[in-house]
């Protein structure tokens, strides 16, 4: 898919900055977004980002960039592309740059075939870390990042994020938008009805699932956890989650970073503890897999289905992302006090907050002084209000701390924001996603299966082991 966000209004109709005035005008445009709903980052809020003002003073520096254009490549297609493209608005508005918008499913596979036939987009969205290391390292393709999109990023995201955008020390992208996915999923009217608390630790989760557990053996209610890693191609993505959640709450921030980096070995004894923490839940036939088999099930339920048992009663909690909000069926009131809601996956302590994030970064392949203007508008908090006004169903963040959560669509979209911008939250990288590909999409996922099915996780850790790249 090929098109061309273009100019709707006149520049001059646009104020130098965005006042009061501004802030009731996106208010109005977002309440059609509502509370709850089934999620998705979807469409429907062009009207409402074309009339976002920003501060048009800030793309003077870049001088005179009327009639040009820059071509963005993404993975984002319709109708999720739609509302990105309506974010782009303002930034036409105020300099008639145009945004040629390209986007398609084999962005990530066709990227370094285009870079090396020399024909490069001028921005790509790439997904994940792994993929700008090795746009930068193999091909040496990307640009780093100019001064005023550094600027940017030190004003709107936390040190972690940036550090994410980095490569060998130098800084080339800005991150886009994010996710979390330390999460579990319930139902708050069946805790509130079996007189069950959320859990703050780890150590009362295991209690919680050992009350639920214990009150499901006397036919009182269903088991506690129901899971699924299947995905296709991808099958064993979700599983590795969950061992990264449990990385950062059993050995730490520190470690986590030097598992990932290889500076200690996949199959180090720390690691080890932490896939034994997550088989406690996972490999415990107490515990899982409710309404859905046995252990071995988890193996081949699919990812997209597996919570659907918190719907109708046959399952307790469900640990996944903040983008599973869309996969709830038609009709699912995401609500603190609705069908389903999330809480935070427990760590060690209420003290400590590390939290597994994931999303795209903005990776430039020209220097021309229009595409550096719109690097800088996408690493703005304006560029993160006008996505949220043109998100109105709801399933879009961003870990800009100058976002207005307030323009956010639904309650879950703020409470996701209020983790990623915690001052407790320690964020970390979905390792899998930072690890070699032959590891984080190859072994790694197919050690998550051999280990639901019956592998010990020795012979798991020490397969993997043997599968990272010598050099």
């Known amino acids: 898919m090929r098109t061309t966000t273009r100019t709707r209004r006149s520049r001059s109709a646009l104020a130098a900055g965005a006042g009061a005035s501004t802030l009731a005008l996106l208010l109005a445009a977002c309440g059609g977004g509502g509370d709850g709903g089934d999620g998705g980052d979807g469409g429907?809020?062009?009207?409402?980002?074309?009339?976002?003002?920003?501060?048009?003073?800030?793309?003077?520096?870049f001088g005179d960039i009327e009639g040009t254009t820059v071509h963005v490549y993404t993975t984002i297609v319709d109708p999720e592309g739609a509302a990105h493209q309506a974010s782009y608005e303002p930034f036409t508005e105020c300099t008639g740059v145009e945004i040629e918008y390209e986007a398609s499913r084999e962005q990530e596979?066709?990227?370094?075939?285009?870079?090396?036939?020399?024909?490069?987009?001028?921005?790509?969205?790439?997904?994940?870390?792994?993929?700008?290391?090795?746009?930068?390292?193999?091909?040496?393709?990307?640009?780093?990042?100019?001064e005023p999109v550094v600027a940017e990023v030190d004003a709107?995201?936390?040190?972690?994020?940036?550090?994410?955008?980095?490569?060998?020390?130098?800084?080339?992208?800005?991150?886009?938008?994010?996710?979390?996915?330390?999460?579990?999923?319930?139902?708050?009217?069946?805790?509130?009805?079996?007189?069950?608390?959320?859990?703050?630790?780890?150590?009362?989760?295991?209690?919680?699932?050992?009350?639920?557990?214990?009150?499901?053996?006397?036919?009182?209610?269903?088991?506690?956890?129901?899971?699924?890693?299947?995905?296709?191609?991808?099958?064993?993505?979700?599983?590795?989650?969950?061992?990264?959640?449990?990385?950062?709450?059993?050995?730490?921030?520190?470690?986590?970073?030097?598992?990932?980096?290889?500076?200690?070995p996949f199959n180090d004894p720390q690691v080890a503890e932490a896939w034994d923490a997550a088989g406690s839940i996972l490999k415990n036939p107490d515990f899982v897999n409710a309404g859905l088999g046995e252990v071995d099930s988890i193996a081949t339920t699919p990812w997209t289905d597996a919570g659907f048992g918190i719907r109708d009663g046959a399952c307790w909690m469900h640990r996944a992302a903040n983008f599973y909000q869309a996969q709830w069926?038609?009709?699912?009131?995401?609500?603190?006090?609705?069908?389903v809601w999330a809480f935070y996956l427990p760590a060690q302590t209420t003290d400590e907050k590390p939290t597994l994030v994931a999303g795209p970064f903005i990776a430039a392949f020209a220097d021309r002084p229009e595409v550096q203007a719109f690097q800088t508008y996408l690493a703005?908090?304006?560029w993160a209000n006008a996505k949220a006004v043109a998100t109105p169903a709801g399933g879009w963040v961003s870990a800009n701390q100058n976002l207005d959560p307030e323009l956010l669509a639904t309650d879950f979209d703020r409470l996701v924001y209020a983790t990623l911008t915690d001052e407790a939250t320690v964020a970390r990288y979905d390792a899998s996603d930072l690890m070699p590909s032959e590891v984080g999409a190859g072994t790694f996922w197919t050690g998550i299966v051999d280990w639901l099915t019956g592998a010990e996780t020795k012979q798991v850790l020490d397969q993997i082991e043997s599968s990272w790249p010598q050099s």
């Open 156 to 264: 709107n995201f936390s040190p972690d994020w940036k550090e994410y955008g980095t490569v060998d020390g130098t800084f080339y992208a800005a991150p886009y938008d994010a996710n979390v996915k330390s999460f579990v999923w319930y139902s708050p009217s069946m805790f509130e009805e079996a007189g069950y608390e959320v859990p703050q630790t780890w150590d009362e989760l295991m209690q919680l699932s050992q009350q639920i557990a214990d009150d499901a053996k006397s036919g009182e209610v269903a088991m506690p956890w129901c899971a699924g890693i299947e995905s296709g191609d991808a099958t064993g993505w979700p599983g590795t989650d969950f061992i990264e959640d449990m990385v950062l709450r059993t050995a730490g921030p520190d470690v986590y970073d030097q598992w990932y980096t290889h500076e200690i």
């Open 380 to 382: 703005s908090a304006d």
């Open 329 to 339: 069926p038609e009709g699912t009131e995401v609500a603190e006090d609705g069908d």
């Open 44 to 61: 429907g809020g062009d009207a409402a980002a074309e009339s976002y003002e920003i501060d048009c003073s800030k793309y003077e520096q």
């Open 109 to 146: 596979a066709q990227l370094p075939v285009r870079i090396q036939a020399g024909d490069p987009p001028d921005i790509a969205i790439v997904n994940q870390p792994g993929l700008l290391q090795t746009l930068v390292r193999q091909y040496d393709a990307v640009l780093p990042a100019p």
